[in-house]
């Protein structure tokens, strides 16, 4: 079965206080062999690259409503006249909050969405074929 990758490459903002936040390269990333969830790879300074794994759904709601609660919280705002979407991050190292233009991330999910329509997820990990093979024995 050949797997499809949607991925975007975009800049963030790191919110460090009110009126004060930092470029952060970032890419967004989906497989359709992982069809719930979505990955995000922050490029920081250090050797290695950050990757934070979630929900897609959170972040196609979070795009319209707040969500989330616990490590991953998504919600949409406005910020210097332009539509943002804001990731609360959370994890034992600490905490982060993140902007995200709003008509980047929409449009990088709504290819998502094409790839592995809402609701198509399960049929993309065969999990029907495999409960069919080991019922049948």
Request: hydrophobic share 40%.
């Given at each position: 079965?050949?797997?499809?990758?949607?991925?975007r490459e975009?800049?963030?903002?790191?919110?460090?206080?009110?009126?004060?936040?930092?470029?952060?390269?970032?890419r967004?990333?989906?497989?359709?062999?992982?069809?719930?969830?979505?990955?995000?790879?922050?490029?920081?300074?250090s050797?290695?690259?950050?990757?934070?794994?979630?929900?897609?759904?959170l972040?196609?709601?979070?795009?319209?409503?707040?969500?989330?609660?616990?490590?991953?919280?998504?919600?949409?705002?406005?910020?210097?006249?332009?539509?943002?979407?804001?990731?609360?991050?959370?994890?034992?190292?600490?905490?982060?909050?993140?902007?995200?233009?709003?008509?980047?991330?929409?449009?990088?999910?709504?290819?998502?969405?094409?790839?592995?329509?809402?609701?198509?997820?399960?049929?993309?990990?065969?999990?029907?074929?495999?409960?069919?093979?080991?019922?049948?024995?």
């Open positions: 079965m050949r797997h499809t990758v949607v991925e975009l800049e963030l903002r790191l919110i460090l206080s009110p009126g004060r936040s930092v470029p952060v390269p970032a967004l990333g989906y497989r359709s062999d992982d069809p719930y969830a979505v990955h995000i790879t922050f490029h920081t300074d050797d290695h690259p950050v990757g934070w794994t979630f929900a897609r759904d972040l196609v709601e979070g795009v319209f409503r707040p969500c989330g609660h616990g490590d991953v919280r998504v919600w949409p705002t406005r910020a210097g006249g332009r539509g943002v979407v804001l990731m609360a991050l959370s994890s034992p190292d600490g905490d982060a909050l993140l902007e995200a233009p709003v008509p980047q991330v929409s449009a990088w999910l709504e290819r998502t969405l094409r790839a592995v329509p809402p609701g198509a997820e399960g049929g993309q990990l065969g999990i029907d074929d495999a409960l069919g093979q080991l019922l049948a024995r």
